[in-house]
Structure formats: C-alpha cells, structure tokens
C-alpha cells in the first residue's frame, strides 16, 4: 500500500468524515503502466493491432484509465483504513475528491456513517408464547366443503370444442418483445387455467374461444411493476399454439372413490394430506405471530441508535408505495397522512435496528445463507406459481435477482437461531380459537 496521510475531520455519533492524501506518483505509475498493457492489443484503423504508437494510445485513453485507477486507489485505500481501525460502514461512502495532478497529491475527502455497537443480547431472558394447532373434525369437514366448491378434475375436451373461462388449455408459447424472443418468454406443455389470473393481464381473456391445434398470436403489456425491469411496461407478442383444450369435471363427493381418482388408496389417506396440509398452514401464520411477538421483545428491551442513511433508504421505499396506495384508495386510509408519516417513520427505524441485530446475530454465530437455501427458496416459490415454473426459475437464474433473496432466509435462519434460545411457552389451540383470539397480533408491522 503506497504511503497515505489520513486525517479525521469528523466523528460524531455514527458520523465519520476522513481527509486522505496519497502520493501521485504512484498512482501515475499505474496509469502508465494500465496503458502500456493495453496498447500490447489495442485497435486503431490504419495500424496492425498491438501497434498503434503509445502517444496515440495515451492521447486516446488516458482520461479513462487515470480515472478507473483513481477509482481504484480510493477503494483500496479505504478497505485499507476501514479494516485497520474496525469501522464497518453501514452504506458506501461518500467521496469527494478535493485535488490531483501529477506535482501533487491526491486528496479526497470520505464522509460514511458506521454500523452502530449493537448491545449484547441475553436471549434467556427473553420469553415467548409459541402456538400449536389441534386439527378438529370441524376442520376437516370444512375442508371437504372447499373441495367440493372449488376443486376441478379437467378432461380433454372434443377437437371442435372453443374453450369458455373456467376451462384449461394445454399450450406452447414463445413471447417476444419488439419482434426479438426475450429470456423466460418461453414455454412448452404449460396447462393454464382460463380465468386463474397466473399470466400477464389480458393473456387469459384472449384465449377463450380457442379450440385444440389453434394458433394465436396473443398481444399484452407487462405491468409497470413487473418482476423484469428490463420487459416492465413494455409491449409483448406471444405465439400461443393449443395443444388440448380441458374442461372441469364437477365433484360430488368425498369418498374412497375420489380419494383414488388423485393417486391415493383411501379417503382415510385423503384426510391425512389435508390435516397436514391445515398444519403447514397454520404454522406459517402462526411463525409470523411469534416472529411478531419475539421483535416487539427485542424493541421493548434493547435500544441503539440507527444510521440515518439505512433509517432513509428503509423509510423511503415504504413510504413511497403508501402514498400511491392512499392516492388509489384513499378511503382504505384513517389517518391523515402527516399521521401516517410519523407512524412509519418510526416502523422504519424499529425495522432498521432489528435488521441490524439479526445480522449480527447471524455474523456472531456463524449463520450463513447457503447454496442449497437459495434453491431451496426459488423452487418453493415456483411450486407456488403453477403453470410460470420455469418463467421464475429463469428469473432467479441471474444473479443480481437471485441475491434479493439472501436478506431474507439471512432473517429466517436468525430467527430459528434465536427461537432455540429464548424461553417458549407452546399453547395448543384450535383453528377457530386463533382466529378469533390471536389473529389481530398479525395486523401491526413487524
């Protein structure tokens, strides 16, 4: 590391502020020497590749190299001080540079907000109620309702038959966007529901009235808010072809008969997926009651103050999505929103100092986010899409998207961590009972 003068110009709370100024002729060395390597391959009309002369090269890229090698001297120099002196930044830093030529220094000026010291937690003396279901015969019969309302068994329909909304068509795809196919725009043997709402708006609607071996070429618009920044709002031609078109049988009944029409021996083992399937249910929301319930400890027992630009980031993006919620629907609102301003405000820093302890919690104690946990998580959220399996998976396939996910099953993992920590008092209940008793814990924001 070449020689460096550092001088702090401000440390008050989270706040910090540093003058650096380092040498110039080392970095000038490294600029000459970047030039040097790429004019070894550097292309030029007129000239063999490789020999075009240095001063042509120089002239040419100069400014652009000194500028990535300052860039460069200013991160290493930073990580460099950073690491020395234990300060962990809570965002990038800001960096000015104040002066630079080749008979002076560099100097620059880095303003950067630090993670706070987080407060030692003695998870023991922290208690909380965790819930358990008891799966009733109310349970179950309400169960069997919802099949018989809403479950559909499809069967292919005739050749000459135009399938009606409620139907299914087995289909291949291609989508393409200002005449170019797009990635995850394509599908094969996809079954979808006319009607289910799982494609774009407007995708559904334009195949009702197709018939088997049909071809439609079907015109849409991703929302503004699609998933893909790169096809949000834009328009979309997908070549749609009709494999088969299915209609839905009714069910009369449940029973053994029934039971074997889905692949398994009995309505007794029937009635076991459907108990666990209540339970897996009723374990999600009632995860989030006791995550709920474990936050609000927390809060109530461990203070620090917050960086200001996380508190902002967090704030912002929350606040944003209310005012066009409340400019939509202003009627689903009770509160001003100058009211509403200060409630979220102090969501956002509740929000920010439990994201800071749950990361040091994972960090102290060696939770990581690995591989298998991301797979994990894009094939349960593709199970969750029926018919866009493969339109998710493509989305998690590059690794900007997938890296969304690492936050969150971070936050999960501590959880888990601090659940085997804390005191848990576990209360059996019904479904009824917590609904009525226990659900309204679930309306406040974590």
Do not use: C
């Not at 401000?10 to 000459?32: H, M, Q, T, Y």
């Not at 950067?112 to 819930?131: G, K, M, R, S, Y």
């Not at 929302?223 to 749609?240: C, Q, R, W």
């Not at 104690?365 to 998976?393: F, H, S, W």
């Amino acid at each position: 590391m070449m020689p460096t003068s550092i001088e702090t110009l401000e440390s008050n709370g989270l706040n910090r502020k540093f003058s650096f100024s380092l040498p110039a002729k080392p970095i000038l060395d490294k600029v000459e020497k970047e030039i040097e390597e790429q004019a070894k391959t550097f292309k030029m009309a007129g000239f063999r590749d490789g020999k075009v002369p240095l001063p042509i090269v120089r002239k040419r890229i100069g400014e652009q190299v000194l500028s990535k090698t300052i860039e460069t001297v200013i991160d290493e120099a930073l990580r460099d001080h950073f690491s020395k002196n234990n300060i962990r930044p809570a965002l990038q830093p800001y960096v000015e540079v104040k002066s630079f030529d080749d008979k002076s220094n560099l100097v620059f000026e880095a303003k950067v907000e630090i993670f706070p010291e987080v407060p030692t937690v003695n998870w023991d003396e922290l208690e909380i109620e965790t819930l358990d279901i008891e799966v009733t015969d109310e349970d179950l019969k309400k169960a069997h309702e919802d099949i018989l309302k809403n479950f559909k068994n499809f069967e292919a329909a005739e050749d000459s038959y135009a399938a009606k909304k409620g139907d299914a068509v087995m289909i291949d795809f291609i989508g393409k966007v200002e005449g170019e196919e797009f990635e995850g725009g394509k599908g094969e043997g996809i079954r979808l529901e006319l009607g289910s709402n799982q494609f774009i708006p407007g995708f559904e609607d334009q195949l009702i009235g197709v018939k088997k071996g049909d071809t439609k070429d079907v015109n849409v618009t991703f929302p503004a808010d699609y998933t893909s920044k790169a096809l949000a709002g834009k328009a979309a031609t997908f070549e749609v072809k009709v494999n088969e078109v299915l209609t839905p049988e009714a069910v009369d009944n449940i029973d053994d008969e029934f039971a074997k029409k889905l692949g398994l021996e009995s309505l007794e083992k029937l009635n076991e997926m459907i108990k666990q399937k209540i339970k897996a249910d009723f374990e999600g929301v009632a995860r989030l009651r006791t995550k709920k319930l474990l936050f609000d400890a927390i809060d109530g027992k461990y203070n620090f103050e917050v960086p200001e630009g996380m508190f902002k980031l967090d704030f912002e993006m929350m606040w944003n999505e209310i005012k066009k919620q409340h400019e939509k629907n202003p009627e689903n609102f009770n509160k001003p929103l100058d009211e509403l301003e200060d409630e979220y405000k102090k969501i956002a820093a509740r929000r920010v100092r439990l994201g800071i302890l749950l990361a040091e919690t994972a960090k102290n104690n060696n939770i990581n986010v690995e591989e298998r946990d991301l797979q994990q998580a894009v094939y349960a959220e593709a199970m969750q899409r029926p018919g866009q399996e493969k339109l998710v998976i493509d989305f998690y396939s590059k690794k900007e998207n997938l890296e969304r996910l690492k936050g969150p099953l971070l936050e999960e993992k501590a959880v888990d961590f601090i659940l085997t920590k804390v005191k848990t008092n576990k209360k059996m209940i019904s479904s009824q009972e917590f609904f009525e008793n226990y659900a309204k814990d679930l309306t406040a924001a974590n």
